[in-house]
């Protein structure tokens, strides 16, 4: 479903993403997995559109978006929740899911799965009850379930999710997780970034080493939830950035 090949991202001071390749079916949670500065965000921004590729492609359903304008991915079916969460600290729930609500368009690749307002909040119930407050008395958790929810009004075929458990308590995070599995269930590829190897793994089908821009280490997710040692060793070879 999303497909990204040889992929390269920078900014003016140097070249960030060397080349990956790497692929999310349907139905499927693939999970980055780096420390501080491999270039996750670099990634994620590179599919979404919030800059351009070097080189390389993204395909979404075989379709090729690589370097169309953010709000033109968006509308193709990609969904980004980004890191920090970004709701608005002056808008109430219910404003925030009344301007994200965008019915796919007409005539469109079809999605696996149609979203509303109130199917939103079936799915995140303690939204309902913070629907009259504002972004900026919500908790880091209604945040990131508030930043979740206006990224699935599109009714994304792909939801990118930047580090969506930075930040929280580990009954959220699992919550989190268990809601990733969900959304999989629905038929929606996840790409989901990641520093922590022992998160990642709860939801993994693919897992993905990136460091300094490359990935160095590909496994099952099976695989990994048996035997995380390869998975670790990886990790731990990647020195950290300050
Ligand atoms: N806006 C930017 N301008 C210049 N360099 C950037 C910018 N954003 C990120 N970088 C650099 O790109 C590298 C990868 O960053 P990023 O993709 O944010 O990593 P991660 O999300 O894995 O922590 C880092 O070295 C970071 O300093
Ligand atoms: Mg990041």
Redesign the pocket.
């Known amino acids: 479903m999303l497909e990204v090949t040889g992929l390269t991202a920078g900014?003016h001071?140097g070249t960030?993403l060397h080349g990956l390749d790497l692929s999310v079916p349907a139905g499927t949670v693939h999970a980055v997995v780096?420390h501080?500065?491999?270039?996750?965000?670099?990634l994620v921004h590179s599919v979404a559109g919030l800059m351009r590729p070097g080189s390389g492609t993204v395909r979404l359903g075989g379709r090729d978006v690589t370097g169309l304008p953010a709000h033109r991915i968006a509308r193709a079916g990609i969904g980004l929740v980004p890191q920090g969460r970004r709701v608005f600290a002056g808008l109430t729930v219910a404003e925030h899911l009344r301007l994200s609500h965008r019915p796919p368009p007409s005539g469109g690749a079809s999605r696996p799965s149609v979203w509303t307002p109130a199917r939103v909040l079936e799915l995140l119930p303690r939204l309902g009850e913070r629907r009259g407050h504002r972004g900026a008395s919500l908790s880091g958790g209604e945040q990131q379930m508030l930043a979740l929810a206006r990224a699935l009004l599109a009714s994304p075929s792909v939801l990118l999710l930047d580090e969506p458990t930075e930040g929280l308590a580990p009954a959220l995070v699992q919550q989190v997780y268990d809601l990733v599995t969900t959304l999989a269930g629905e038929g929606i590829a996840v790409l989901l970034v990641s520093p922590s190897p022992a998160q990642a793994v709860r939801c993994a089908d693919r897992l993905t080493v990136l460091t300094s821009g490359r990935a160095v280490l590909r496994s099952d997710g099976d695989l990994a939830r048996a035997d995380p040692t390869a998975l670790n060793a990886a990790l731990e070879l990647a020195p950290a950035?300050a």
Request: cysteine-free; aromatic content about 8%; glycine content about 34%.
């Open positions: 900014y001071g960030v780096g501080n500065g491999a270039g996750k965000t670099t950035k």
